[in-house]
């Protein structure tokens, strides 16, 4: 427990930082709405840019391991997009949003170090391959089933074209799909740019968390408690049952086997509320889930690792 504090606190503090910053007045909505939009629109796209371009896809396509993981990702989605809907009677469009909320764990700022903390270094490398796809397979998802709710009413052979166009101009798509020509192709690019873009990528995560933290003092969760702990309960419960049963099906290896079950019990990430700020849609239930989703998983990520072999 002390060790997933210690984990878990730091992002806690840069959210507070945000939110007393606004709630002082020394940051005004405007400003947070810049910040995100640096975020969603510059930095998260390097981030990714980087991660693909530098990804050596031979050593991190474990299949095995990928089907058990991303099976429980689209199983995650899927009651995400049902509860919403039908428990909850949000717009489709909320609905994805949410969904997605149940899908994106925080792989890289808790999954990897609490994995670490808990089994070594040596573990790690099935995070590695879990990490490589997750914002490629999550964003691809999400913004496919976004843009086919949006297209309600489009003639069926102008669908494509439509939400192909809406897709491809999408900074975090292009940003995943510029990484992949770049890997793929072999292409060198020279060390001043990547340095460059390296600045950039260090300013992603915690601008998007001091962001977040102003965006939560603006969205309090009224009305939306209900919503945002089904969240939770997926994130946190469904989606690493469902990775645990498909890893024992597939009979993964003890470390791939726990880095899949660890890295889908973390809490929702950054990207979720990133997601639905991006669409405008269910922005207060996808900021408290982030918050409240990192803070119960203090417990159940926890109970998690108790039992795992």
């Given at each position: 427990?002390?060790?997933?504090?210690?984990?878990?606190?730091?992002?806690?503090?840069?959210?507070?930082?945000?939110?007393?910053?606004?709630?002082?007045?020394?940051?005004?909505?405007?400003?947070?709405?810049?910040?995100?939009?640096?975020?969603?629109?510059?930095?998260?796209?390097?981030?990714?840019?980087?991660?693909?371009?530098?990804?050596?896809?031979?050593?991190?396509?474990?299949?095995?391991?990928?089907?058990?993981?991303?099976?429980?990702?689209?199983?995650?989605?899927?009651?995400?997009?049902?509860?919403?809907?039908?428990?909850?009677?949000?717009?489709?469009?909320?609905?994805?949003?949410?969904?997605?909320?149940?899908?994106?764990?925080?792989?890289?700022?808790?999954?990897?170090?609490?994995?670490?903390?808990?089994?070594?270094?040596?573990?790690?490398?099935?995070?590695?391959?879990?990490?490589?796809?997750?914002?490629?397979?999550?964003?691809?998802?999400?913004?496919?089933?976004?843009?086919?709710t949006r297209a309600q009413g489009t003639h069926l052979r102008a669908l494509p074209k439509k939400v192909g166009k809406a897709m491809f101009s999408n900074a975090l798509v292009l940003g995943l799909g510029m990484g992949f020509i770049v890997n793929l192709a072999g292409i060198p690019l020279p060390v001043v740019?990547?340095?460059?873009?390296?600045?950039?990528?260090?300013?992603?995560?915690?601008?998007?968390?001091?962001?977040?933290?102003?965006?939560?003092?603006?969205?309090?969760?009224?009305?939306?408690?209900?919503?945002?702990?089904?969240?939770?309960?997926?994130?946190?419960?469904?989606?690493?049952?469902?990775?645990?049963?498909?890893?024992?099906?597939?009979?993964?290896?003890?470390?791939?086997?726990?880095?899949?079950?660890?890295?889908?019990?973390?809490?929702?990430?950054?990207?979720?509320?990133?997601?639905?700020?991006?669409?405008?849609?269910?922005?207060?239930?996808?900021?408290?889930?982030?918050?409240?989703?990192?803070?119960?998983?203090?417990?159940?990520?926890?109970?998690?690792?108790?039992?795992?072999?």
């Amino acid at each position: 427990m002390t060790d997933i504090l210690t984990i878990i606190l730091p992002v806690f503090i840069v959210l507070a930082f945000g939110y007393c910053a606004v709630w002082r007045g020394l940051f005004s909505d405007d400003h947070v709405d810049g910040l995100m939009r640096f975020v969603q629109t510059f930095a998260l796209p390097a981030l990714l840019f980087r991660a693909i371009s530098t990804l050596d896809l031979s050593t991190s396509f474990d299949l095995p391991l990928l089907f058990s993981f991303y099976c429980g990702v689209v199983g995650a989605f899927v009651a995400g997009m049902i509860g919403a809907r039908f428990l909850f009677k949000r717009s489709w469009e909320d609905c994805v949003a949410i969904a997605f909320c149940c899908l994106f764990s925080n792989t890289l700022l808790l999954g990897l170090p609490i994995t670490e903390r808990a089994f070594g270094a040596d573990a790690l490398q099935g995070n590695y391959a879990i990490i490589a796809f997750h914002a490629p397979f999550g964003y691809l998802l999400g913004i496919t089933a976004m843009e086919l709710t949006r297209a309600q009413g489009t003639h069926l052979r102008a669908l494509p074209k439509k939400v192909g166009k809406a897709m491809f101009s999408n900074a975090l798509v292009l940003g995943l799909g510029m990484g992949f020509i770049v890997n793929l192709a072999g292409i060198p690019l020279p060390v001043v740019f990547t340095d460059a873009v390296d600045l950039v990528v260090r300013a992603a995560l915690p601008a998007a968390l001091f962001g977040l933290g102003g965006v939560l003092y603006r969205y309090r969760p009224e009305g939306d408690m209900r919503t945002i702990l089904y969240i939770c309960a997926v994130s946190l419960l469904l989606h690493p049952a469902l990775v645990w049963t498909m890893g024992q099906t597939f009979d993964l290896s003890q470390d791939a086997f726990r880095s899949a079950v660890v890295t889908a019990s973390v809490a929702p990430g950054i990207n979720a509320y990133v997601f639905a700020n991006m669409y405008g849609a269910a922005k207060r239930v996808a900021a408290s889930s982030v918050l409240i989703g990192t803070a119960l998983s203090t417990l159940t990520t926890t109970l998690w690792l108790s039992v795992l072999p």
